[in-house]
C-alpha cells in the first residue's frame, strides 16, 4: 500500500511531524507541497498536514485541496495539525474543513506543535502577541510547546489500522496466531 503524506510547512515542525510519521507507515513517502505537487490518484490513501497561522492552513494545502478535491473525495484519507494550542484543534479543524470532509477522514487532529519566536518575522511577533497572550505566557514560564511524538506514533498506528486493518491467520510452522496485513 503506498500512502502519500502530502503537508504545508513555515518552520519546519509540520515536516518534522511528515517524516516521523513517514517512518511509521510501511509505503508512505512524505511531499513538501511547497516543492512538489503529487497526484494523489497515484496513491491508495492519502495523509494532508499543515502547520497552522492566525487560525488557518497553509497555503499550499489549500491550493493543494482545491485543485485535487475530485481525487481525494474517495480515498482513505486523514489530516494532522501541528499548532503550538492544542486546545484550538477542533476549532480550527471546523474552520479549515467542511464537515462533509471531516466525516470523510479517518481520523483529524493535531499532533502538537513548536513555537520559535526566533524564526517569526518581527510583525508576525507582535501579532501573536496580541491575538495569543496566553501562548506567550507559557513561552516566558518556559513551557514550550512540542510535537507530541508519541501522538504521531499513534496516528500512524490507527490510520494504518483504519485503512488496512491486522487480520489474525493460524500460522502452522509456530502454532499461534499471527497479524497480517494487505487488502485482498
Same mark, same amino acid.
Given at each position: 500500500?503506498?500512502i502519500?503524506?502530502?503537508? *504545508?510547512?513555515?518552520t519546519?515542525?509540520?515536516?518534522? +511531524?511528515a517524516?516521523?510519521l =513517514? #517512518?511509521?507507515?510501511?509505503g508512505?513517502? *512524505?511531499?513538501d507541497?511547497s516543492? #512538489?505537487?503529487? %497526484?494523489?490518484? %497515484?496513491f491508495?490513501?492519502?495523509?494532508?498536514?499543515s502547520g497552522?497561522r492566525?487560525?488557518?492552513?497553509?497555503k499550499?494545502l489549500?491550493?493543494?485541496?482545491?485543485?485535487?478535491? =475530485? *481525487?481525494?473525495?474517495?480515498?482513505?484519507k486523514?489530516v494532522?495539525?501541528?499548532?503550538?494550542?492544542?486546545?484550538?484543534?477542533?476549532?480550527?479543524?471546523r #474552520?479549515?474543513?467542511?464537515?462533509?470532509f471531516?466525516? @470523510?477522514?479517518v481520523?483529524?487532529?493535531s499532533?502538537?506543535?513548536e513555537l520559535?519566536?526566533? *524564526?517569526l #518575522?518581527?510583525? @508576525?511577533r507582535?501579532?501573536?502577541?496580541a491575538?495569543?497572550?496566553?501562548?506567550?505566557? !507559557?513561552i !516566558?514560564?518556559?513551557?514550550?510547546? +512540542?510535537l @507530541?511524538?508519541?501522538?504521531?506514533?499513534a496516528?500512524?498506528?490507527t490510520?494504518? @489500522?483504519?485503512?488496512?486493518?491486522p487480520?489474525?491467520v493460524?500460522?502452522? !510452522?509456530?502454532?499461534r496466531?499471527?497479524?497480517?496485513r494487505g !487488502?485482498a
Amino acid at each position: 500500500m503506498n500512502i502519500l503524506i502530502a503537508y *504545508a510547512t513555515r518552520t519546519g515542525s509540520t515536516a518534522r +511531524a511528515a517524516r516521523l510519521l =513517514e #517512518s511509521e507507515l510501511p509505503g508512505a513517502v *512524505a511531499v513538501d507541497l511547497s516543492q #512538489s505537487t503529487p %497526484d494523489p490518484t %497515484d496513491f491508495d490513501a492519502v495523509i494532508l498536514g499543515s502547520g497552522i497561522r492566525f487560525g488557518r492552513i497553509e497555503k499550499p494545502l489549500r491550493a493543494f485541496l482545491e485543485r485535487h478535491w =475530485e *481525487a481525494l473525495r474517495d480515498k482513505d484519507k486523514a489530516v494532522f495539525l501541528c499548532n503550538a494550542i492544542p486546545e484550538e484543534e477542533r476549532k480550527i479543524l471546523r #474552520s479549515n474543513f467542511s464537515i462533509r470532509f471531516r466525516n @470523510d477522514c479517518v481520523l483529524a487532529e493535531s499532533l502538537g506543535g513548536e513555537l520559535d519566536l526566533g *524564526a517569526l #518575522s518581527k510583525k @508576525d511577533r507582535l501579532l501573536l502577541k496580541a491575538a495569543k497572550p496566553q501562548l506567550i505566557e !507559557r513561552i !516566558r514560564e518556559g513551557l514550550l510547546p +512540542a510535537l @507530541d511524538t508519541d501522538k504521531i506514533k499513534a496516528f500512524a498506528q490507527t490510520f494504518l @489500522d483504519a485503512i488496512d486493518p491486522p487480520k489474525l491467520v493460524y500460522d502452522r !510452522r509456530t502454532r499461534r496466531l499471527v497479524e497480517v496485513r494487505g !487488502r485482498a
